[in-house]
């Protein structure tokens, strides 16, 4: 079992940035691939971003790719997302996750545990 919780979403004008953070509970943190979605009302949970055990290896989905920047501090059992240039269609509940294994991925079946989730609002 791994526990995740993520944390830094609050409300934000279009144009900020925000950090938010993962941290997981286990102390084999670097067997995992980290990953995160999210997920607006009335629509499909989206992949943003993803990340290697190690952190050489991302992959962004296009809708954010240059604006946010996922990142790892397997010392501190940490996942980051850095986002910049926010808009309001990025308002949503943000879910962090992890999967065993080496292999990256962005389809959220892949991936076994999940946080809580965390509210980003942006207004315009």
């Known amino acids: 079992q791994v526990w995740l919780v993520e944390s830094g979403g609050r409300s934000v004008q279009a144009g900020g940035s925000l950090r938010l953070s993962c941290a997981a509970s286990?102390?084999?943190?670097?067997?995992?691939?980290m990953g995160w979605f999210r997920q607006a009302p009335g629509k499909e949970r989206e992949f943003l971003a993803t990340?290697?055990?190690?952190?050489?290896?991302?992959k962004y989905a296009d809708s954010v790719k240059g604006r946010f920047t996922i990142s790892r501090d397997n010392a501190k059992n940490t996942v980051y997302l850095q986002m910049n240039s926010l808009k309001p269609e990025d308002t949503a509940v943000y879910y962090c996750?992890?999967?065993?294994?080496?292999?990256?991925?962005?389809?959220?079946?892949?991936?076994?545990?999940w946080g809580q989730g965390t509210q980003v609002t942006v207004s315009s």
């Open positions: 990340i290697s055990a190690s952190g050489d290896i991302t």
């Open positions: 286990r102390r084999t943190f670097t067997n995992y691939v």
């Open positions: 996750a992890c999967k065993a294994g080496t292999t990256i991925s962005s389809r959220a079946s892949r991936y076994s545990y």
